[in-house]
């Protein structure tokens, strides 16, 4: 096969490296079983880059992912980071990155193994069938709004503004749609319009493309209500497409029906075929270099990088079936452990996993 994929790879921070190194196994594992090339080109980013090169988005770093089919992406961030100033954070160069790489649209699914219920902190009736996709917006809103501090007589003041144009909606709602309609056709927007002029905006233009998706059937659901309803009936959602911070507070929520974050995969994706893929998990300095990281987020990730960005679906489903295989054989890292008895280490995961695919 003479179609070689570029792929820049970013570690990042904490247990970035440790993720990242087992999803690369998997790469490498496709590129023998299916005869794929992958040009694998590493940059920093994150808090890595800013002890090394005095910014968290080096600008080469940036250049290499544009110059990429795709981005693979372990996690940035860390206390170490912690009270630097805002452009000497790790988390500025995410938002930058997403930013400069036109990735608005962030894809976040949330799926049940029927074998992992148990791990939930929710009851394995509730959890039955739960298999939905929370559609973030990622580029707009509160995160990039006009941010300042001033004075008042009361003392310092900071402000953060929500802001949302018509075009920035529309696009994000349009490709929830399109997911709803290629799975089972109920699409739940969520906002705070009791409240926010920007979320009025959000719920307006979703009623007024809606009548273009008649075979989607839409609620509208405050965030709060929602925050609520993901415990109580999960199974009933099938996609939620939401604006930039509550799809972040509502996915990281979504992740504990699934037993833990360290499950959830995640593809950033704008017009083109071009995407980001980084699990949802941050960099968990807690148990990071201790081998103690579940890969599997990131491992699910690289099956939507090839499902999404290079039209590899029987590779990406290869991918999720051996995860589902290594899981059903009882094989655990201890944050999906139930007795923490015979726990796996993030490497000895990523081999499992990989020994679990076969054509
Ligand atoms: N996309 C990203 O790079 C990203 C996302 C979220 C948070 N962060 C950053 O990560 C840092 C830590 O944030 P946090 O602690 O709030 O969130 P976190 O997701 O890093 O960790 C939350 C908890 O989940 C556990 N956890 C996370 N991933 C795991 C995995 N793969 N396997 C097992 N357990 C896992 C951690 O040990 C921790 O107890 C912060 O600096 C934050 O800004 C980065
Ligand atoms: C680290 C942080 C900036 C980031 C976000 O809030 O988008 C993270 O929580 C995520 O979910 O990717
Ligand atoms: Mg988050």
Redesign the pocket.
Known sequence: MSDIKKIAVID?D???PE?VAEAKKVLRKTEELFGYQFEIEHGLF?GIAIDEKGTPLPQETLEMCKNSDAVL???????K??NNSKELR??TG?LGIRKELGLFSNIRPAVVFDCLKEASTLKPEVLDGTDLIVVRELTGGIYFGEKFRRNTEFGEEAVDTCAYNVMEVERIVRQAFEIAKTRRKKLASVDKANVLESSRLWRETVNRLAPEYPDVELEHVLVDNCAMQLLRRPSSFDVIVTENMFGDILS?EAAMLTG???MLSSASLGEGSFGLY??????????AGQG????I?TILSVALMFKLSFGYQKAGDLIEKAVKNVLDYGHR???ISTDQTNVLSTSQMGDQIIAAMKK
């Open positions: 990042g904490g247990i970035g993720v994150g992406l372990g996690a940035v961030g860390g206390p980071w912690d790790p988390e995410l990281d833990s974050i360290g980084e699990p949802v998990h941050g960099s968990a300095p807690d148990i103690k990281a579940n890969p987020a890292t201890g944050d």
